[in-house]
């Protein structure tokens, strides 16, 4: 009975040093997901100390940053307005710094995640992109077979048109992606982002080539539907522009 109650007294007074230290202790463990180039106040709770100190950050490719900024109190919080100083790198940041807590130096660390627009890659969200994604380069295959199984100029110019276009497409999906699943290599979305904006622009001078060779085409159609009238036949009037038009 003796040793039952020394092991209760033991796990009593392992709770209460638990909640104690909770009680004490720097509290703060993550701010969250952050939008890229948004203002933030990195901040700490403590209800035993009469300061906080911010030591240094480490940032997503590693690097560590000595800062050694003393926090404004605030009952019993304290923080620092950061600005957008340090929310221009995609992915994981680790703050750290120390305070006294019950009059003894402690030190803390917590993190944030900074994305392109502050939210955080959920499954759902990850499946969305890869079903959109499997869907348009399908069609962009179909596309690409129908151009060079068709024999019509035509056809052939119109599965061009739809093929270019899923491609602009496709870019935008992949430069979505690259902002939320890559963003330790911000180079990949960079590019795809460039690629996007030259396809996209791309788009213009392929209308106006487009546009220009239905009137050329028009204008042969007539000139065949001419000779077709004077008595010549279909395969002579089409030898006779040259092309045939199919």
Known sequence: MKNLNSVGIILILTFL???FSNFV????ITLGT???GSDISLMQTCGNCSFNNISYIVY??????????AMTKNGVSFYYDSGDAYTQDFGKHDICGFGDVSG????WCYDYFVTPNG???SSGK???YIGLLAVLIFFMVLGIYAFVSFDGLLSRVGMFGISYLILIAITFVGWNMANDFLTSAPFIASFLRILFFVLTIGVLPLVIGGFAWFVIMAFKVKEIQRLMDRGFSMDEAERRQGKKYK
């Not at 202790?25 to 703060?28: G, H, I, L, R």
């Not at 003894?104 to 030190?107: L, R």
């Open 126 to 128: 990850s499946i969305f």
């Open 34 to 36: 952050v939008e890229k």
């Open 119 to 121: 939210e955080e890659v």
């Open 60 to 69: 997503p490719n590693k690097t560590i940053e000595i800062l050694n900024i």
């Open 104 to 107: 003894v130096i402690t030190t």
């Open 25 to 28: 202790s720097a509290t703060q």
């Open 17 to 19: 040093i638990i909640i």
